[in-house]
C-alpha cells in the first residue's frame, strides 16, 4: 500500500494526459490500417510470416529477422494482414513514450508531451506504420537509446547493459540501422557523463553498441542460410538499387543529383517548421540568453540526423519515409524552441502552435486527395485506400479466371507491383511481356507476343519466349494491363486470340 501511495504521488496531472493521449492514438492507429500490402516490401514481408527466405525476398534483403519474429507473434493477436501494423504501433507508443520519459527527466514534461504527440500525428510516422513496413524501427530505437543513456546517466552499469540490449535488438531489425545510430549513442554519452568520466563512459558505449550490431549482423546471416546466400541476396537487390542511384556505385552523374533533390525537397518540407524556431532561437540569443541544456540539445540532434543524411546523399535514397529516423530529433528542436520563444507569453501560446502543426499533420495524412502531387499522395490514408480496392479488384479478376491451364500474363497495373503475383489465388502459370511498350490491348497478336515465364515463389524471371507456340497446353490467358490509367482484366482464348467475356 505504502509503494502504491508513493507510485501514485509521482504521478503528475500531465502524466494522465499523456496516458489519454496514447489511448486516443492507439484507437485511431487501428482504424487507419492498411488492409493489402501497398508496394513490393511489405508483400515481401507478408510472405514471410510463412517461410522466412531472404535468398527469395521472404522478406527482402537485409533480412530484419526481429521483425518478421514480432510479426509471427502478433499475427496470432490480429491475423496475417495486419501483424506488422500491431508492432508497428507498440513501436510507435514506445517511441512517443520514450520521448516523454526522455524529456520529464530533464524537467520538460511539456516538451516531451508536444513532441511525442507530434511524431505520432506526423504523416511520414503514419504512413510508414498503418502498412507493413519496418522503416519506424529506426525512429523507435533512436528514441530508446537517447532515452536509456540520458535516463541512466548515473547508474552505468545499467546504461551499459540496456545500450547492448538496444543495439543487438536493433541490428537484428537492420544492421545499417545500427551503424546510423551508433554516432547518437556516444553523443548522449558525452553530454550526460562529467568531465572525468566522459571518455571512459563514450568508450565503454562504443564498445557494446559494436559488439552488439556485429553479433546480430552474424545471427542475421546465419538465419538467411549463410554468408554465401546473404551476400549474394543483398548484392541482388541492394547492389543494384545503389548502382542505379550513386555515382559511387557507376551510376550516372544525373541520377545522382536526382536522387539528392528529392532527398533535400523531402528534408526542407519535414525540417522547415524546426528551421523556423531555430531561426528564432538564435534570435533570442542575441537579446536573451542560450542556456546550456539548450546546447547540449542541439550536440545529440547534430548526431542524430547527420550521419543518416550522409549516407542517404552518398548511397542511395528513394522514399520519404526512410526520414522518419530524423523526426524524433526535429520534432524536440521544435517543440523545445516553441516553448523557449513563448516563454514571456505563457505556456498557452506554445501549445496553441503545437495544436496548429498537429492539424495540420493529420490533416495531409487523412485529407490528401488525388489531386494533390503524387509524393505527398502517395503518403495519405486516401493512397492505402486506393491500393486496397486495387486488390480487391485483381483478386476477383483473378479468381474468376483461375485454371490449372490458364496462363496468367501481366503487362503493366496502374498502382500495384508486379510482386502481386506473389499473393494473388492463381493455380495456373504466370508470365509478363517482355516490351510492355509494343503491346497493344486492343489488338493481341499471340504469335508474336514476346513473353517470360515467371516463377511467383523466387520471382525470377525466364528469358523471353516469341510467340503463344510455346504455351500451346494453356485454355486461355489471362491478361493484367494498364488501360488508360485504369486497370484491364481480360481473357483471351488460345486458339482464337479472341478475348473470352
Given at each position: 500500500?505504502?509503494?502504491l501511495?508513493?507510485?501514485?504521488?509521482?504521478?503528475k496531472?500531465?502524466?494522465?494526459?499523456?496516458?489519454?493521449?496514447?489511448?486516443?492514438f492507439?484507437?485511431?492507429?487501428?482504424?487507419?490500417?492498411?488492409e493489402?500490402p501497398?508496394?513490393?516490401?511489405?508483400?515481401?514481408?507478408?510472405?514471410?510470416?510463412?517461410?522466412?527466405?531472404?535468398?527469395?525476398d521472404?522478406?527482402h534483403?537485409?533480412?530484419?529477422?526481429?521483425?518478421v519474429?514480432?510479426?509471427?507473434?502478433t499475427?496470432?493477436v490480429?491475423?496475417?494482414?495486419?501483424?506488422?501494423?500491431l508492432?508497428?504501433?507498440?513501436?510507435?507508443?514506445?517511441?512517443?513514450?520514450?520521448?516523454?520519459?526522455?524529456?520529464?527527466?530533464?524537467?520538460?514534461?511539456?516538451?516531451?508531451?508536444?513532441?511525442?504527440?507530434?511524431?505520432?500525428?506526423?504523416?511520414?510516422?503514419?504512413?510508414?506504420?498503418?502498412?507493413?513496413?519496418?522503416?519506424?524501427?529506426?525512429?523507435?530505437?533512436?528514441?530508446?537509446?537517447?532515452?536509456w543513456?540520458?535516463i541512466?546517466?548515473?547508474?552505468?552499469?545499467?546504461?551499459?547493459?540496456?545500450?547492448?540490449?538496444i543495439?543487438?535488438?536493433?541490428?537484428?531489425?537492420?544492421?545499417?540501422?545500427?551503424?546510423?545510430?551508433?554516432?547518437?549513442a556516444l553523443?548522449?554519452?558525452?553530454?550526460?557523463?562529467?568531465?572525468?568520466?566522459?571518455?571512459?563512459?563514450?568508450?565503454?558505449?562504443?564498445?557494446?553498441?559494436t559488439?552488439?550490431?556485429?553479433?546480430?549482423?552474424?545471427l542475421?546471416?546465419?538465419?538467411?542460410?549463410?554468408?554465401?546466400?546473404?551476400?549474394?541476396?543483398?548484392?541482388?537487390?541492394?547492389?543494384?538499387?545503389?548502382?542505379?542511384?550513386?555515382?559511387?556505385?557507376?551510376a550516372?552523374?544525373?541520377?545522382?543529383?536526382?536522387?539528392l533533390?528529392?532527398?533535400?525537397?523531402?528534408?526542407?518540407?519535414?525540417?522547415?517548421?524546426?528551421?523556423?524556431?531555430?531561426?528564432?532561437i538564435?534570435k533570442?540569443?542575441?537579446?536573451?540568453?542560450?542556456?546550456?541544456?539548450?546546447l547540449k540539445?542541439?550536440?545529440?540532434?547534430?548526431?542524430?540526423?547527420?550521419?543518416?543524411?550522409?549516407?542517404?546523399?552518398?548511397?542511395?535514397?528513394?522514399?520519404p519515409?526512410?526520414?522518419?529516423?530524423?523526426?524524433?530529433?526535429?520534432l524536440?528542436?521544435f517543440?523545445?524552441?516553441?516553448?523557449?520563444?513563448?516563454?514571456?507569453?505563457?505556456?498557452?501560446?506554445?501549445?496553441?502552435?503545437?495544436?496548429?502543426?498537429?492539424?495540420?499533420?493529420?490533416?495531409?495524412?487523412?485529407?490528401?486527395?488525388?489531386s494533390?502531387?503524387m509524393?505527398?499522395?502517395?503518403?495519405?490514408q486516401?493512397?492505402?485506400q486506393?491500393?486496397?480496392?486495387?486488390?480487391?479488384?485483381?483478386r476477383?479478376?483473378?479468381?474468376?479466371?483461375?485454371?490449372?491451364?490458364?496462363?496468367?500474363?501481366?503487362?503493366?497495373?496502374?498502382?500495384?507491383?508486379?510482386?502481386?503475383?506473389?499473393?494473388?489465388?492463381?493455380s495456373?502459370?504466370?508470365?509478363?511481356?517482355?516490351?510492355?511498350?509494343?503491346?497493344n490491348?486492343?489488338?493481341?497478336?499471340?504469335?508474336?507476343?514476346?513473353?517470360?515465364?515467371?516463377d511467383?515463389?523466387?520471382?525470377?524471371?525466364?528469358?523471353?519466349?516469341k510467340?503463344?507456340?510455346?504455351?500451346?497446353?494453356?485454355?486461355?490467358?489471362f491478361?493484367?494491363?494498364?488501360?488508360?490509367?485504369?486497370?484491364?482484366f481480360?481473357?483471351?482464348?488460345?486458339?482464337?486470340?479472341n478475348?473470352v467475356?
Amino acid at each position: 500500500m505504502q509503494f502504491l501511495n508513493k507510485l501514485y504521488s509521482g504521478v503528475k496531472p500531465v502524466d494522465l494526459m499523456f496516458a489519454v493521449l496514447l489511448a486516443l492514438f492507439t484507437v485511431m492507429h487501428v482504424l487507419s490500417w492498411s488492409e493489402e500490402p501497398p508496394s513490393v516490401d511489405p508483400v515481401n514481408f507478408l510472405l514471410a510470416l510463412d517461410h522466412y527466405d531472404v535468398a527469395t525476398d521472404r522478406p527482402h534483403p537485409t533480412g530484419y529477422p526481429l521483425f518478421v519474429g514480432l510479426g509471427r507473434a502478433t499475427s496470432f493477436v490480429v491475423g496475417k494482414a495486419h501483424a506488422y501494423q500491431l508492432v508497428n504501433l507498440f513501436m510507435l507508443i514506445g517511441a512517443g513514450f520514450c520521448l516523454y520519459l526522455l524529456m520529464r527527466k530533464l524537467g520538460r514534461s511539456e516538451v516531451g508531451f508536444a513532441s511525442a504527440a507530434l511524431l505520432m500525428t506526423h504523416p511520414l510516422s503514419l504512413a510508414a506504420t498503418v502498412v507493413p513496413e519496418s522503416y519506424f524501427s529506426d525512429a523507435f530505437f533512436g528514441c530508446a537509446i537517447a532515452a536509456w543513456i540520458v535516463i541512466n546517466a548515473h547508474r552505468p552499469k545499467i546504461l551499459v547493459t540496456g545500450i547492448t540490449l538496444i543495439f543487438l535488438a536493433l541490428g537484428l531489425f537492420r544492421a545499417a540501422s545500427g551503424v546510423e545510430l551508433f554516432p547518437l549513442a556516444l553523443a548522449c554519452a558525452y553530454v550526460t557523463t562529467d568531465k572525468e568520466h566522459q571518455y571512459r563512459r563514450v568508450f565503454q558505449v562504443a564498445v557494446c553498441a559494436t559488439t552488439s550490431i556485429f553479433t546480430a549482423y552474424v545471427l542475421t546471416v546465419m538465419l538467411a542460410g549463410g554468408y554465401q546466400i546473404y551476400s549474394a541476396a543483398v548484392a541482388r537487390v541492394m547492389g543494384a538499387a545503389v548502382a542505379g542511384k550513386s555515382i559511387f556505385a557507376g551510376a550516372p552523374i544525373e541520377a545522382h543529383l536526382f536522387m539528392l533533390m528529392r532527398l533535400f525537397a523531402w528534408l526542407l518540407l519535414i525540417s522547415l517548421p524546426t528551421m523556423i524556431v531555430i531561426a528564432f532561437i538564435w534570435k533570442s540569443r542575441q537579446k536573451d540568453y542560450w542556456p546550456a541544456d539548450t546546447l547540449k540539445m542541439l550536440q545529440v540532434a547534430v548526431f542524430w540526423v547527420l550521419p543518416p543524411l550522409a549516407i542517404y546523399s552518398l548511397f542511395y535514397f528513394l522514399k520519404p519515409t526512410y526520414l522518419v529516423i530524423l523526426l524524433p530529433a526535429l520534432l524536440v528542436i521544435f517543440s523545445w524552441g516553441v516553448f523557449f520563444v513563448f516563454r514571456s507569453q505563457g505556456k498557452p501560446y506554445a501549445w496553441g502552435i503545437i495544436s496548429v502543426v498537429i492539424g495540420l499533420q493529420l490533416g495531409l495524412f487523412y485529407g490528401a486527395t488525388k489531386s494533390w502531387p503524387m509524393s505527398l499522395y502517395q503518403i495519405s490514408q486516401a493512397y492505402f485506400q486506393e491500393q486496397d480496392v486495387a486488390w480487391a479488384e485483381l483478386r476477383t479478376a483473378a479468381i474468376a479466371a483461375d485454371g490449372q491451364r490458364n496462363l496468367l500474363v501481366w503487362i503493366e497495373h496502374p498502382t500495384l507491383s508486379v510482386y502481386a503475383l506473389r499473393l494473388i489465388p492463381w493455380s495456373g502459370k504466370v508470365a509478363s511481356l517482355d516490351s510492355i511498350h509494343a503491346f497493344n490491348i486492343d489488338n493481341i497478336d499471340m504469335k508474336t507476343l514476346q513473353l517470360q515465364r515467371i516463377d511467383p515463389k523466387t520471382m525470377r524471371w525466364s528469358k523471353a519466349e516469341k510467340g503463344i507456340a510455346n504455351f500451346k497446353d494453356f485454355d486461355q490467358i489471362f491478361v493484367v494491363a494498364n488501360e488508360n490509367g485504369r486497370p484491364s482484366f481480360k481473357s483471351y482464348n488460345v486458339e482464337t486470340g479472341n478475348a473470352v467475356f
